[in-house]
């Protein structure tokens, strides 16, 4: 029988633990770089980037995850940097033999390593929550063993008090962005993403939402070997991404597609998204078919916001201010006047631009080279001069959804016609129709509603 450690649980032990590592890992690099800028003392940016690397790595968890996010948008951050935390992705700092053993007895009970033909202490992959090992099921299929990390229930607690005190400190000097509902959404999603055996559920629904898209293929879940914090799966071969970025355009264009239908079928269909598209949860096969990896961040939306938006692609291309400001105020937006509807627009032109024209085109067509940076700090600085908006807590995800997307777009430097394939996915849209599918699709597998 599966043993539960109590340090599996949140703790004020391990809590106070957290805060000091946070505190020990990252407070040293951050002195040694303030000190760099202020005093012009001499900084290796490569060092520097290592060290950051093996902190974040170690401390696992949210903050880790900030760093993967980082490292998915291009020219964010020096090169140095960006290639030390792209290995975040894949390649983590991991925990050694005796680690491994401690935790598979913790979930499976003593006699695990008969329950599988072979097993791979050496992680074959390291994330944020926990690390992944390879292994053979009696049958002789090749499996993945996901591994939650203990404590990590401390860790993300933790980390979420460290977040709401920066919010808290950031806001003071800056109020464009009021980030109350961004708190509590993040911090909704990151404790789903504790639980292996609802994302064993997501990756049922997403099975069965995708069954008839041939460019995408999601892992099955075997329920005899997983827990709540070890989740066993059929192992997918693949290659990261960015290693189709030297490649030829159709090959390119080929993975694009296929990644603008894993995520948006989803959402169009049936109401749901992947909120963590980073280069760790999906690779792709020789045959350009994308392999979705990674189900602990999804979010379920009422139907209603689902048509607004697009309502909002509608009213822009129209210039339909009306229909516009319906889908805010159904999104959640409130007290919204005629400037800060004009500012919201700006980022919604840029989001959607790629969408209202009838050709094929990159994502993004000026020079900049980091997706939406510009537009993102005109927008930011307009909505401050205007007192400031509180993005609601649905609209947190689909942002980072469809910039994370258009990052790995501009990766790839595909040229789709994005009108004609977003087309394809709201010619046939009924609010009625979606309700329905919506709530049968979520109970045969299991999965709650919209709250």
């Known amino acids: 029988m599966a043993r539960k450690p109590e340090s599996d649980g949140d703790t004020l032990t391990g809590r106070v633990k957290r805060y000091a590592r946070v505190g020990t890992a990252v407070g040293g690099m951050a002195a040694r770089y303030a000190g760099g800028r202020v005093f012009g003392l001499p900084l290796d940016r490569g060092e520097h980037a290592a060290e950051l690397t093996a902190a974040l790595g170690g401390l696992k968890g949210p903050l880790m995850k900030v760093a993967q996010i980082l490292s998915t948008v291009p020219d964010v951050l020096p090169k140095e940097y960006t290639a030390e935390l792209a290995q975040l992705q894949t390649n983590a700092p991991s925990m050694g033999r005796g680690f491994v053993k401690r935790r598979m007895v913790a979930e499976l009970g003593a006699e695990w390593p008969g329950l599988f033909n072979a097993f791979d202490y050496k992680a074959a992959a390291a994330a944020s929550l926990g690390q992944v090992h390879k292994a053979v099921a009696p049958d002789g299929r090749n499996l993945a063993c996901k591994l939650q990390y203990p404590d990590m229930r401390s860790a993300v607690e933790a980390d979420l008090q460290q977040l709401k005190l920066a919010f808290a400190i950031y806001q003071r000097y800056d109020a464009a962005i009021q980030p109350g509902e961004i708190h509590a959404e993040l911090s909704a999603r990151l404790r789903e993403e504790l639980d292996y055996k609802r994302e064993a559920r997501n990756m049922g629904l997403y099975a069965d939402m995708l069954r008839r898209e041939k460019g995408v293929e999601v892992p099955e879940t075997l329920p005899e070997l997983s827990t709540d914090r070890l989740l066993t799966m059929t192992w997918l071969e693949g290659e990261p991404l960015l290693n189709l970025r030297d490649q030829d355009l159709e090959r390119r264009n080929a993975a694009a597609y296929n990644m603008f239908r894993a995520w948006y079928v989803p959402f169009y269909f049936f109401g749901v ?32 916001f689902i048509g607004a938006v697009i309502d909002l692609y509608r009213a822009l291309r129209d210039d339909d201010e009306a229909l516009a400001v319906h889908a805010y105020e159904t999104w959640g937006f409130r007290r919204l006047d005629r400037r800060i509807i004009e500012v919201l627009n700006h980022w919604a032109r840029f989001v959607y631009a790629p969408l209202m024209e009838d050709r094929k085109r ?14 993102a700090a005109k927008v930011h600085r307009e909505l401050r001069q ?26 790839l430097k595909a040229e789709i016609n994005w009108h004609r394939v977003f087309h394809d996915l709201i010619d046939t849209f009924d609010e009625q129709t979606l309700v329905r599918r919506q ?13």
């Open 273 to 304: 998204i992947h909120g963590d598209p980073h280069l760790g949860n999906y690779t792709i096969r020789p045959d350009n078919t994308v392999n979705l990896l990674d189900f602990g961040c999804i979010r379920v939306f009422k139907p209603d």
């Open 362 to 375: 990159p994502i993004q067509e000026d020079t900049g080279t980091m997706y939406g940076a510009e537009v």
């Open 386 to 411: 205007l007192g400031g908006v509180t993005p609601p807590r649905e609209f947190v995800l689909m942002d980072r959804a469809a910039i994370g997307l258009g990052s790995v777009f501009l990766h």
């Open 439 to 451: 709530k049968r699709t979520l109970k045969r597998n299991g999965v709650p509603e919209a709250d």
